[in-house]
């Protein structure tokens, strides 16, 4: 059953607004967990996993970047990396993870040098600084 639910959850996720997928996970938090277990299953079966490519290029770059992980997910870029990395998702999947739809995100006036929107499936609006950026 949790593969026809991820089906019906993933497609909620991308046809509504971040407000709305929040207000979905926070009123049936289990459903976060089948979207994940879902998600999960799903990337097992690939043979490359987009985050693993980016955490290699991060460490190919240095640990001076600061990075923002929209759609963390586990926050899996926070836990392999030393760098300062912010993870936002709907869900406080575990400690490395900051409850936020993508569009509002409490980062203040924090720069940052790189923004990851890995498989991120929800409304993004983002206002962006000049200087030094990268998007992966």
């Known amino acids: 059953m949790d593969a026809s ?22 009123k049936k938090p289990e459903l976060f967990d089948i979207y994940h277990r879902g998600f999960t299953g799903q ?25 923002a992980d929209f759609g963390c997910g586990d926050a899996k870029i926070a836990q392999s990396l030393q760098n300062a990395v912010f993870s936002f998702d709907l869900v406080k999947h575990n400690e490395h993870v900051i409850v936020a739809n ?23 609006t983002l206002k962006t600084s000049s200087g030094k950026q990268g998007v992966c």
């Open 5 to 26: 639910q991820f089906r019906h959850i993933n497609e909620k996720l991308y046809t509504t607004t971040g407000e709305e997928a929040m207000e979905m996970f926070s």
């Open 43 to 67: 990337v097992e079966k690939w043979e490359v996993n987009p985050v693993d490519r980016i955490i290699d290029r991060i460490r190919n770059s240095g640990d001076d970047q600061v990075i």
């Open 102 to 124: 993508s569009s509002k995100v409490p980062l203040g006036s924090k720069v940052l040098t790189l923004l990851c929107f890995v498989l991120v499936l929800w409304e993004l």
